[in-house]
């Protein structure tokens, strides 16, 4: 079937059709993937490329799709890379009957969203903005999140996609495609079949404004702080009662403003309760800890276990114990060994005409984990915005310098084989 029989195929109308489908994933879920709409996003993008020629596109029963977009060079030593977006959003905001608006032609004004006037963006609580005037921006209405991260790097690498398979003389190597679900909530690589991608580099496309490339991540554990209080009837409890609810409150009182994210930035590690639940007898704080260096994620841990001790010396009955899960580490470590991938990233950016400029990032990305499962994988801008919030924006413009990145990419390593 004819792909203009079907649907209309460039960065604009993809991300605005991707952007309605619902695709939040859920922490507090057992499978996997943790919401089952993700797979519907996975299926339409599967008729997509299958649309467009890319005969291999498929969907495994995790949720993830892989594709490939065939090597068209008489080269035969061109390393096969690879191109890597999520498809969930947040379960921080609502990702139900999003309404995406364009603002054409920017000019530096607020923009108010029409379905919730308190929701304002506004040019000096956005500081990107002042680099978008004369383009187009676009928001949800204000009751959503709008789900440029990372719809956005989803649609560039399938406009892409589209030019590829349409534009034979951008000569390329094997091109591989893996669009993953539930990276907002950790588990973006848990099923992901590495040896199927068999490639030599991959690039996310999941950053944030145009010409940043990220070649550096938190390294990041989740610490669970159980706490073993002395429960007592409440009409006799004088003298026995230690409550773990209030030992929980006040070790959570007690962290220091320097090392939470909001009292630090940069380079600057944090501790973050994310959660905290129980009753008297037991209490549990759940808490994500983030350094860009390994010996300082264990120190800030330390910290923690310092602060409970100190306020449990109060409560001479009660105890506690700790637990680390370690999530993801620093992908520099990695891709430090491998200079040609970030190199080839930034020249991809500076043939767009933008300044490149390297980046770290106060988070992770699926590449993170990527780059220690053998595929070393930094992460190029989409464009996103204010991500994981009613105010979320991105620009067609700086959309469309991402899809030029990724062919640029996919040339510079034909070129350089």
């Not at 549990?284 to 409970?308: C, M, N, Q, S, Y």
């Not at 001790?309 to 993801?328: A, C, G």
């Not at 400029?357 to 464009?383: E, H, Q, V, Y």
Request: glycine share 8%; charged share 25%; net charge negative.
């Amino acid at each position: 079937m004819a792909l203009n029989a079907i649907l209309s195929f460039n960065v604009t109308d993809l991300f605005l059709r991707y952007v309605e489908i619902d695709t939040q994933s859920d922490p507090e879920s057992d499978s996997f993937p943790s919401t089952a709409k993700q797979k519907n996003l996975g299926n339409l993008l599967v008729k997509e490329l299958l649309a467009i020629g890319v005969a291999d596109a498929h969907i495994d029963e995790y949720g993830y799709v892989y594709a490939t977009i065939p090597a068209n060079t008489n080269k035969a030593n061109v390393p096969v890379i690879c191109f890597c977006s999520h498809m969930d959003t947040s379960p921080d905001c609502s990702g139900e009957n999003v309404k995406p608006i364009i603002h054409k032609n920017y000019q530096g004004q607020d923009l108010i969203l029409p379905d919730d006037a308190t929701q304002i963006l506004k040019l000096n609580e956005h500081p990107d903005l002042k680099n978008q005037i004369g383009n187009d921006i676009i928001t949800a209405s204000g009751t959503t999140l709008l789900g440029a991260d990372n719809k956005a790097g989803v649609a560039e690498i399938m406009d892409a996609c589209y030019h590829l398979i349409n534009h034979p003389e951008i000569k390329h190597g094997d091109i591989r495609i893996l669009f993953t679900p539930d990276e907002e909530i950790g588990r973006g690589v848990d099923k992901v079949d590495i040896k199927k991608l068999g490639a030599y580099a991959g690039y996310t496309i999941d950053g944030e404004s145009a010409g940043n490339m990220e070649n550096e991540t938190f390294s990041a554990d989740g610490a669970k702080l159980i706490i073993h209080g002395i429960s007592s009837h409440p009409g006799f409890a004088k003298g026995k009662m230690e409550s773990a609810i209030k030992i929980a409150s006040e070790i959570v009182a007690a962290l220091p403003l320097n090392l939470s994210p909001e009292g630090t930035s940069g380079m600057q590690g944090f501790v973050h309760p994310v959660g905290i639940s129980g009753h008297v007898e037991e209490a549990t704080i759940d808490f994500i800890v983030r350094d860009f260096e390994d010996g300082k994620l264990k120190e800030h841990e330390r910290i923690i276990r310092g602060i409970a001790d100190e306020v449990l010396k109060k409560y001479p009955n009660s105890s506690r114990t700790f637990e680390i899960k370690p999530q993801y580490r620093n992908m520099k470590e990695v891709l430090d060994k491998h200079p040609q991938i970030v190199e080839y990233g930034m020249e991809a950016i500076k043939r767009t005409g933008l300044q490149a400029k390297l980046c770290s990032i106060r988070g992770g990305t699926d590449g993170s984990r990527l780059s220690f499962m053998g595929l070393p994988c930094p992460n190029i801008f989409a464009g996103e915005h204010a991500f994981h919030g009613k105010q979320e924006w991105v620009s067609v413009q700086d959309m469309q310098k991402a899809v030029e990145t990724i062919l640029h990419l996919c040339m510079i390593w034909e070129e350089k084989a």
